[in-house]
C-alpha cells in the first residue's frame, strides 16, 4: 500500500530522481517549453511551480536574495536561476498560480510511453495572442434587458425609412407617371 507516499517515484532512487527534475526544470526555464514523458511532466510541474512562486515574493533585499539561494539550491545553474528572475518572473507577476501547461502528444513508437509537453503559459505566443485578439475583438455582449428593446425600435425605424423610399424611386408606377 502506498499510504502517505504523495511524490512520483518515477523508478528512480532519490538521488537520480533529484537530478532528473533539476535538469528538467533547468531546462523548461531556458527553453520554455520541453517534451517528455506525461509522468515526468506532471512531476516536473509540482516540482517547477514553487520555485516559481518563490520567484515573485520580494519585499526586500535580503529575502530576494535568500530566495535566490533557495531557487539555486533546486536548480544548481547560475543561467538557469538568473533566467527565472529576470525573465519569467515579470511575465507571471500577475499570474496567481498555475504557470506551467501539460499537453498530451500521444504516444512514442518506440515504447508506446505517454509524452507530453510542457510549457510556462505566459511564454505560448499562439495562445496569448488569441486572447488578446478575442478580447478586443468582441463587443461588449448585452442582455435582453439592458437595452434590447431601444435597439429593436432603433431597428424597425431604418427599416420603415427604406420602405417609404422605395415607391417613390420605382418606376412605371401610376402614381409616378400623373
Known sequence: MRHGNKNNNLSRTASHRKALLMN???????????????????ALRTYIEPLITKTKANET???????HRIVFSYLNDKEAVKELFTVVAPKVASRPGGYTRIIKLGQRTGDAAEVAMIELVDFNEIYGKGVAKAAEAEPVKKTRRSGGAKKKTADTSTVEEAVEVKPEETPGTEETKA
Open 24 to 42: 528538467l526544470g533547468c531546462q523548461l526555464i531556458t527553453n520554455k517549453r520541453i517534451t517528455t514523458t506525461l509522468a515526468k511532466a506532471k
Open 61 to 67: 533585499k535580503e529575502s530576494i536574495m535568500h530566495n
